[in-house]
T-cell receptor
């Protein structure tokens, strides 16, 4: 069972360009979470999705950022018109379900976004 | 809102010795989980240990154990017989149990292991 896959691992964009980050959850997992890690900081929750639904986007910046998890294919985190402050590592995690049982979130290796 | 605080930005330990990393959290919930994650230079997030708040017994995983003090909202990680491979960033994280699974992380502690 392959782990959580993220691509690309490294992404370089110039200011004003768009960044698309992809996450394929573990097989059988229908819950996806995106986190952002700024340099020398802990991970910060951005958005929680299930297939075709955004469940919680309370950590997502209101502008330029969007996320989706379509019925088929990977989850996508999209950042439009990137700025230097968007430079960070973006982690995706997946879990099979929620609730009691402490279903562990399995993390991908992250995408390091650099904005020039 | 829940917050997680790690007051030690850096810690160092001699190989084979024991080290304790501190974590405190703030929540009004009574049902939640606490975690310690390890992030080596590869940046992969690795779950080290988890604790369920309603369990009084402290969790242990081989050389890793926790001291969970619910009333004090404290959750420290003890690493025994430290190894060079333990050198990494360590993050404490909180997750409440009744709405989704999102994790709230502390700022991290960088652990250095001296040979």
């Amino acid at each position: 069972n392959a782990g959580v896959m993220q691509n690309p691992r490294h992404l370089v964009r110039r200011r004003g360009q768009e960044a698309r980050l992809r996450c394929s959850p573990m097989k059988g997992h229908s819950h996806v979470y995106w986190y952002r890690q700024l340099p020398e900081e802990g991970l910060k929750f951005m958005v929680y999705l299930q297939k075709e639904n955004i469940i919680d986007e309370s950590g997502m910046p209101k502008e330029r950022f969007s996320a989706e998890f379509p019925k088929e294919g990977p989850s996508i985190l999209r950042i439009q018109q990137v700025v230097r402050g968007d430079s960070a590592a973006y982690f995706c995690a997946s879990s099979p379900s929620v609730g009691r049982g402490g279903n562990e979130q399995f993390f991908g290796p992250g995408t390091r976004l650099t904005v020039l | 809102a829940q917050t997680v605080t790690q007051s030690q930005p850096e810690m160092s330990v001699q190989e084979a010795e024991t080290v304790t990393l501190s974590c405190t959290y703030d929540t009004s919930e009574s049902d939640y989980y606490l975690f310690w994650y390890k992030q080596p230079p590869s940046r992969q997030m690795i779950l080290v240990i988890r604790q369920e708040a309603y369990k009084q017994q402290n969790a242990t995983e081989n050389r890793f154990s926790v001291n969970f003090q619910k009333a004090a909202k404290s959750f420290s990680l003890k690493i025994s017989d430290s190894q060079l491979g333990d050198a990494a960033m360590y993050f404490c994280a909180y997750r409440r149990n009744n709405a989704g699974n999102m994790l709230t992380f502390g700022g991290g502690t960088r652990l250095m292991v001296k040979p």
